[in-house]
């Protein structure tokens, strides 16, 4: 666990890492499954200081998934209440992962309910999938999934199916328009930011209006992390004069 830049978070998590069954090298694993994958900054960060290996499908078969107990232990040991990002590197409800792995996350979270957990996924019959299981989702989890362009609206549908009172939308990279309107019932907290890096794909300042309307149509809190460019904070955080800043209640 570690203190992140992330504007909207305090703290990254990652209780579950990769090895390389090849190479015994440590890192992480995900697998690209839309558009927003496309440029995934902890892919080149893991192809670099992790276990050597793209994020795809065809390389899940070369790693194997591990629980880190330590990093479990870290947020029950942090007793000042913290926002905590869960799989920054990774994606919790990945296709691999074992259910005995989120069973354990899960009943460490809630244990230590004195932190606001939050998870994202581009996964969210998954995660549904698993809530049906477990049962209600603790009010210090929040669940949300990520939403880059119009033709994955759908996941919002399933996330709303969650039982869970916080569900929010990582509307990050947005690259293109979400082409209201947009069904945001049950839906707490909307993020919305534009792409960074060598190959990013610029943002449209529109895309974001038309979605923080629709947050202030619906009432649903709004975060604007960035507009995004060649370096996360080139475009800056402003839209139209104002910093927003908004979390749920």
Known sequence: MQKTSIEWTQYSSNPVYAVNV???KHGWHCSKVSPGCAHCYAERINLRLGTGLEYNRENTSRIRFVLNQKELDAWVRLKEPSRIFIEDMSDLFHEKMPLDYLEKVFDVMRRADWHSY???????????????RYGRIPDHIWTGTSVESWPFKSRIGVLREVPAKIRFISF???IDSMRPPLDLSGIAWAIVG???GTNF???NVEWIREIRDECLRQGVAFFF????GLRPKSGGR????????????
Do not use: A
């Open 22 to 24: 090849e190479t015994d």
């Open 118 to 132: 939050q998870i994202l996924t581009k996964r969210p019959h998954r995660m549904l999938e698993f809530s049906q």
């Open 172 to 174: 990050e990279p947005l």
């Open 194 to 196: 534009g792409e960074s």
């Open 201 to 203: 794909r610029p943002v």
């Open 225 to 228: 992390k960035q507009f995004g």
């Open 238 to 249: 402003e839209l139209d004069g104002c910093t927003w800043n908004e979390y749920p209640v």
